[in-house]
């Protein structure tokens, strides 16, 4: 029997972050103006709060997705892939105000519920990919449109892959239709530090901020191998190796490790009242100092075997845990050793070869990961892949068959699923179907793992946000281009 | 000199199973669902029956002759083995290693006279990976030359022509036939640096070629005007412009598609849509050419100014429309395995099954002028056939057995080497 995957490390338990405290500062100094009776006599006069933008904000550039009420609905007849692992044959799911209410068996739907009779179809959480470049590498991708490579410098610690976030990006629309609700932008791999990650729910929208999950956790984009040392080696800098790539990650995380240690100490003054000017800011250090508390999540582009295990002395060496190495087509040479560190594997079914780096992927990779007790998500990369998640579980699943490895369907699409959720720091919010999460469901025509099955309908926090069976809803790129009578 | 046995078994051809004794072993694969692709339709409990490498029979209630291998498929599919009609199998490993990569000509006096053939790797390991996904024929398709990415310039050290499509089988030395269509694209990626100057130098081009038939000994005595192709380039073309090898052309945009419909009627061409992801916006007029489509069933991106009319529902439409169409792999080279997902996700978006099913085996045979010997069961044909644990358009269905012409195959490759080796840890050192 094989186990449910194992619990990440908790990724909400981290440490104060510096900007937290810091905004715990400017509190104090605003209720110091009032006079306080207790205060003692000697209490150094409180310094002014620095000014705007100098101390890091704690949420700069936040959220403004509020979906719309959702009525209480019950989807009835359903057969269910719970995201937990479970199969509820002839199942019910009922939510309310945008989160889950019930799962379980058919019963009588609660009053005032919309029935949707799904007649023996299937229902899934949200699909969930951990891995994609849509909106920053948009469609079209033509001149004037990429902007998923920060491509001068290895250490882009300081770039937002939400500042290139194309809301127009064709992509989102055609991900919504194969069931994704949920998905992880992350900057390009063309540096050893790439830039901040974004978490996005898949709904259609004018600004990044109103996609923005709420209250996802950031991500820290790093990479291994062959993108990051072939692009600078020619232009006479470092690095040009691998070896130059860990040095690389070396001197970030010095760097990262006195820039923080520089900020608590200011953090404690403040505390204190004791004022003074902050360190300076530095983007990139702040990137990845917030990496070293736990509060970014490390998400490690990384092919090989031997440069995961180089990564993982890395992240020991600092003190920082890798929440997933993406790619990952070598990861099966060490599985033990990936469960053993809690780090889980953004993986294809099928991409191999294209690079030297990707020449041993096999297809049986999600499986072997998975019955070594890793925490496994089939992710796309790609705009096309994304939009066919539930085959990339299929074909894993057979490979995995084919080597005695039977990984039960409910199983399976935890890859595309709740353990995708927990890569990207938002297992408590989504990716499974229980009483509390967010309300991102796909009615399936079909079994989810067969190659027929293509989503009826996909619910985002409760609200309908695609239906095969209503017009599609053309990005604005599209809109009165001559599509003619196109229906997907 | 033939061999007396083979000599005699070409005299009795069409006798073949009433003279068994004289031909090789025969191989016999009994109550099996037979999804023949050929006249015999679906047989839903039928026997194919294989020797010296052909088909010899096919149906219901045959009886395997004496002394024939019986395979009991046990009610297990059997297909055809399927047909990769756009791929670089055997003429590259890895991508980014540009020693292993000879689908391309960089000599601008090699176009249309480049055949990628001579670059076959019969070693290469994508040929197992590809063959374990059913696939048993493909055919490779030189890659646009040139320098820069996006195709050749005519003036910039490319060619208007990228070169021979060729056969493979996915077994042996791989070389199945040569020269089958001569490959280009229109479009953004076309030859001199927009569509109306590719469109003009096709032109004189061509009439080069005819000029060129016409005065051969005076060319060679060097008496005729300087020609821009290169001898061997007017050579290879020689048989486009008569109409006998057609022009495979890499199109995307419907009026581009039209404009290659009207140029091949002006200049009696024949001529295979290749890309065509705007096809279903002129369906019609393909039909009417009675032109097929080699296509990507799930490209739906607007990734340029040249798709944007790009859908999935593209194969169906055509289909509908009564053009034939092959359905491609995802990629042409380390993802060929997953031809049969790409017809089963084009199933999902409304094409028919057994449409889907044509068009990774019999549809591309069809289209490359091969049906006489591959992509369905019938007596006659190469015995290439796979049999399938389920339906073969699912990726939870795996092949039991592949036979190419005739030879059982090995169900290995060097992923499953890898994967054995760390299956069960081989004691090295982590």
Not at chain 1, 95 to 113: H, M, Y
Not at chain 1, 137 to 160: H, K, L, R
Not at chain 1, 435 to 444: F, R
Request: aromatic content about 6%.
């Amino acid at each position: 029997m094989l186990q449910q995957s194992r619990p990440v490390r908790d990724v909400q338990a981290r440490r104060r972050a510096p900007w937290l405290a810091a905004s715990a500062v400017l509190l104090l100094t605003a209720c110091a103006a009032a006079p306080k009776s207790q205060a003692p006599a000697a209490a150094p006069r409180p310094a002014a709060p620095p000014p705007k933008g100098l101390v890091p904000a704690r949420d700069p550039y936040p959220s403004t997705y509020a979906p719309p009420a959702s009525g209480l609905v019950a989807i009835v007849n359903a057969n269910i892939y719970t995201g937990t692992g479970q199969k509820i044959l002839g199942g019910m799911v009922v939510f309310d105000a945008g989160k889950i209410v019930a799962v379980g068996q058919s019963a009588a739907p609660p009053p005032g519920a919309k029935v949707i009779d799904a007649k023996g179809r299937w229902v899934t959480p949200g699909l969930i990919d951990a891995h994609s470049h849509l909106g920053v590498f948009p469609a079209p991708a033509v001149t004037g449109q990429i902007d998923v490579n920060e491509n001068i410098d290895p250490n882009t610690g300081y770039v937002w892959a939400e500042h290139s976030v194309w809301p127009q990006d064709a992509g989102f629309e055609r991900a919504r239709a194969g069931g994704v609700t949920s998905l992880l932008i992350l900057p390009g791999s063309a540096n050893l530090f790439g830039g901040r990650s974004v978490a996005l729910k898949n709904v259609p929208a004018v600004t990044v901020q109103g996609m923005k999950f709420p209250g996802a956790p950031y991500g820290l984009k790093m990479a291994c191998g062959e993108n990051p040392k072939g692009r600078y080696g020619a232009r006479g800098r470092t690095p040009a190796t691998r070896m130059g790539n860990v040095a690389g990650y070396r001197r970030g995380w010095i760097e990262a490790a006195d820039y923080g240690k520089r900020w608590s100490a200011y953090d404690k003054k403040a505390a204190k009242g004791e004022g003074g000017d902050p360190p300076k800011r530095d983007l990139t250090l702040e990137t990845l100092s917030g990496a070293l508390d736990g509060d970014l999540l490390v998400q490690n582009h990384c092919y090989r075997a031997d440069e995961m295990a180089n990564l993982i002395d890395v992240s020991h060496e600092f003190g920082y845990h890798i929440t997933a190495f993406h790619h990952a087509v070598e990861a099966y040479k060490i599985a033990p050793l990936l469960a053993r560190e809690h780090i889980c594997a953004a993986v294809w079914s099928g991409r191999w070869g294209f690079k030297m780096e990707a020449y041993d992927g096999i297809e049986e990779n999600a499986a072997l990961l998975t019955k070594a007790g890793v925490c496994v998500s089939l992710h796309s990369d790609d705009p096309n892949i994304i939009q066919r998640l539930n085959r990339e579980a299929a074909v894993a699943q057979a490979a995995g068959r084919r080597a005695g490895i039977d990984i039960p369907d409910a199983e399976a699409i935890q890859w595309i699923t709740l353990n995708s959720a927990k890569i990207m720091g938002v297992a408590d919010r989504t990716g499974s179907l229980e009483p509390g999460k967010m309300a991102d469901i796909v009615l399936w025509s079909a079994d989810p793992l067969s190659i027929y099955a293509v989503a009826d309908q996909v619910f985002i926090d409760g609200v309908l946000q695609f239906d095969r069976k209503a017009p599609r809803r053309p990005s604005d790129f599209e809109l009165g281009q001559n599509r003619g009578d196109l229906t997907q | 000199m033939k061999p007396f046995s083979t000599f005699l078994a070409g005299l009795l051809a069409g006798a073949a199973i009433a003279a068994p004794a004289l031909a090789g072993p025969a191989t016999a694969i009994v109550h099996a669902r037979l999804l023949t692709m050929g006249p015999a339709g679906e047989i839903a409990d039928g026997a194919v029956i294989m020797r010296d490498g052909k088909i010899v029979a096919v149906g219901a209630n045959l009886t395997p002759p004496a002394g024939a291998t019986i395979i009991d498929a046990k009610g297990a599919v059997v297909t055809p083995g399927l047909f990769a009609a756009n791929t670089v199998l055997g003429v590259r490993e890895v991508n980014s290693v540009k020693g292993t990569d000879d689908a391309k000509s960089a000599s601008s006096e090699l176009g249309a006279a480049f055949e990628p053939q001579y670059g076959l790797n019969p070693e290469t390991t994508l040929v197992p990976i590809a063959r374990l996904g059913g696939v048993t024929r493909a055919i490779v398709v030189p890659a646009p030359g040139g320098d820069g990415e996006g195709g050749g310039g005519d003036d910039g050290g490319g060619s208007l022509f990228a070169g021979q499509a060729f056969a493979i089988r996915l077994a042996g030395d791989l070389l199945f036939k040569p020269r089958l269509a001569v490959a280009m694209s229109f479009g953004e990626n076309g030859a001199g640096g927009s569509r109306g100057a590719e469109i003009g130098l096709l032109r004189a081009r061509l009439d080069e070629v005819r000029f060129y038939k016409q005065n051969r000994a005076a060319y060679d005595r060097g008496e005729t005007r300087a020609l821009a192709l290169s001898r061997e380039d007017l050579e290879a073309l020689i048989p486009v412009v008569e109409g006998r090898e057609p022009l495979l052309v890499t199109v995307h945009r419907a009026s581009d598609i039209r404009q290659v419909l009207a140029f091949a009627r002006e200049q009696r061409l024949r001529v295979i849509l290749n890309g065509a992801e705007e096809g279903w916006r002129v369906a019609a007029d393909i039909a009417a050419a009675k032109v097929p489509v080699i296509l990507n069933a799930t490209a739906d991106l607007p990734r340029n100014f040249e798709i944007v009319g790009a859908s999935l529902e593209n194969a169906a439409r055509l289909r509908a429309a009564g053009v034939e169409i092959a359905i491609v792999s995802p990629d042409p080279a380390h993802r060929v395995r997953e031809l049969r997902y790409e017809a089963g996700s084009a199933v999902a978006q409304g094409l028919p099954y057994g449409a889907a099913l044509e068009a990774i085996t019999v549809a591309p045979a069809r289209i490359f002028g091969l049906a006489d010997q591959l992509g369905s069961l019938q007596p006659g044909r190469v015995a290439d056939l796979v049999v399938w644990d389920g339906d073969p358009l699912e990726p939870r269905t795996l092949p039991t057995a592949i036979y190419i012409d005739g030879i059982v195959q090995p169900l290995r490759s060097r992923a499953l080497d890898l994967r054995d080796r760390y299956e069960t840890g081989d004691g090295a050192s982590r």
